[in-house]
Antibody, heavy 117, light 107 residues
Framework: EVQLQESGPGLVKPSQSLSLTCSVTGYSITSNYWGWIRKFPGNKMEWMGY???????RYNPSLESRISITRDTSKNQFFLQLNSVTTEDTATYYCARSTNYMDFDYWGQGVMVTVSS | DIQVTQSPSSLLASLGERVTITCQTS??????LNWYQQKPGQAPMLLIYYATSLQTGMPSRFSGQYSGRSFTLTITSLEPEDIANYFCLQHYSAPYTFGAGTKLELK
């Protein structure tokens, strides 16, 4: 079965970069689409972007200037980097898989990140 | 961006009761909407995909319907394990957007 697990620091200082890892088991990230979603306090959710089977990326235009999604196929992991964070980036971050037949079918349990000095 | 309006934001229901949650989109998305169940500290679980298809392994008391831009998730008879947060997601057009969620609680 496909499993995704997010990891990374739970606290980031304003103006710094947020870096998270999604480790995938049970499925190769060289197939399909692998994305990041976040849930803010108050429950609003935002799709951040994805990296696909060939390494191409697509981002939410609202984040395009400061987001990067990359991958390490040898470790079957993909990564989120969000630059110049503010307190508005405090959220629970999820990684998820999409296929050509079904979008966002498997999710990780999420990692909470607080941006605070 | 496509706006998704979900209602209600919270819902009190009794065991055995029929529960309905609705998402309305700001423009047509055909049937490109998923429903998820999420319990605290757990990963969201896909319940319904393409508006009406029940995900493998999900109980048949869950169903999805749509008409135009209005989408509904129905639980025909509420079970204790259904107490959770539910949200919808439109995947018709990027940036993909979400409903605000419905917190389902026992009356």
């Amino acid at each position: 079965e496909v499993q995704l697990q997010e990891s990374g620091p739970g606290l980031v200082k304003p103006s710094q970069s947020l870096s998270l890892t999604c480790s995938v088991t049970g499925y190769s990230i060289t197939s399909n689409y692998w994305g990041w979603i976040r849930k803010f306090p108050g429950n609003k959710m935002e799709w951040m972007g994805y990296i696909n089977y060939s390494g191409s990326t697509r981002y939410n235009p609202s984040l395009e200037s400061r987001i990067s999604i990359t991958r390490d196929t040898s470790k079957n992991q993909f990564f989120l980097q969000l630059n110049s964070v503010t307190t508005e980036d405090t959220a629970t971050y999820y990684c998820a898989r999409s296929t050509n037949y079904m979008d966002f079918d498997y999710w990780g349990q999420g990692v909470m990140v607080t941006v605070s000095s | 961006d496509i706006q998704v309006t979900q209602s209600p934001s919270s819902l009190l229901a009794s065991l055995g009761e029929r529960v309905t949650i609705t998402c309305q989109t700001s423009q047509s998305i055909r049937n490109n909407l998923n429903w998820y169940q999420q319990k605290p500290g757990q990963a969201p679980m896909l319940l319904i995909y393409y508006a009406t298809s029940l995900q493998t392994g999900m109980p048949s008391r869950f169903s999805g319907q749509y008409s135009g831009r209005s989408f509904t998730l129905t639980i025909t008879s509420l079970e204790p394990e259904d107490i959770a947060n539910y949200f919808c997601l439109q995947h018709y057009s990027a940036p993909y957007t979400f409903g605000a969620g419905t917190k389902l609680e026992l009356k």
